[in-house]
């Protein structure tokens, strides 16, 4: 038996709950494109998919006892009652299950510190958590189609990354391309999270938290880059140093 310096970081990555056909069955099913998890694995990881729980609470305290980092994933919109705010016409339908899943998750992750990676729709929940607000459709806040063109087709845009930060660390301090597709994004921005990269329109574009823990949120899709998985590869080597003094050993360089 592998001892637990020598074990993968597992690693849970949240999905969603939408009708799939296979063959002759069309059932509600757990989905997440598969870009996530490969994601991970090729990072060193083992990946765990969470679908949502009828008792998100207690179900989120006894998934975070066996994880060592959490990636909330992307997917539809927050539900706009959560932060105060009334619903836009074009805000997605309420996913009440998928909210209260994911914010039991977090909220659990954050008391045990386990590291965490939010993308996209995380990056909004995890706001949101803090107490933060969101645009509910970008086209009217800033005026422009350029985060979400539709289609399935992923946009690029133009993101600067702040120095001495742990983004920095991950991806490099300046101009970086992403991969974006959401027309909601950070308003105010929630307790103890801090940017660390903006577009040049000044819409928080990645944040992480303040202190101790590990708390990185994009709100751009690095699963969609095989090329560059490093925010993947970050996770996973805090995860390692969170299992490593989870179980009381030493964390050697």
Not at 230 to 249: D, H, I, K, T
């Amino acid at each position: 038996m592998a001892s637990n310096a020598s074990r993968k970081p597992v690693i849970g990555l949240t999905t969603y709950l939408e009708q799939a056909r296979q063959g002759v069955w069309d059932v509600p099913a757990a989905f997440l494109p598969q870009q996530y998890f490969d994601s991970v694995t090729t990072s060193g990881g083992v990946a765990v998919l969470l679908p949502p729980q009828p008792e998100p609470q207690a179900a989120a305290d006894a998934v975070l006892d066996g994880l060592d980092g959490l990636i909330l994933t992307g997917g539809v919109d927050v539900e706009p009652s959560l932060y105060g705010a009334q619903r836009h016409p074009l805000t997605d339908p309420a996913r009440p299950d998928r909210d209260a899943w994911e914010l039991a998750l977090f909220r659990g992750a954050e008391r045990r510190r386990t590291p965490v990676l939010a993308i996209c729709r995380g990056l909004q929940l995890v706001n949101v958590s803090r107490g933060g607000t969101l645009h509910q459709h970008l086209p009217e806040a800033l005026g422009t189609e350029r985060y979400r063109v539709g289609g399935g087709v992923f946009a690029t845009n133009e993101v600067t990354v702040d120095e001495g930060s742990r983004l920095a660390e991950l991806v490099g301090a300046g101009s970086l391309e992403v991969h974006s597709y959401h027309h909601q994004g950070i308003d105010r921005l929630g307790a103890g999270l801090v940017a660390t990269a903006r577009t040049d329109d000044g819409l928080v574009q990645a944040f992480e938290s303040e202190g101790e823990g590990y708390v990185v949120g994009v709100q751009w899709h690095p699963e969609e880059n095989r090329e560059d998985r490093r925010l993947f590869a970050g996770l996973v080597a805090e995860a390692s140093v969170f299992a490593s003094r989870s179980s009381g050993q030493e964390v050697t360089a």
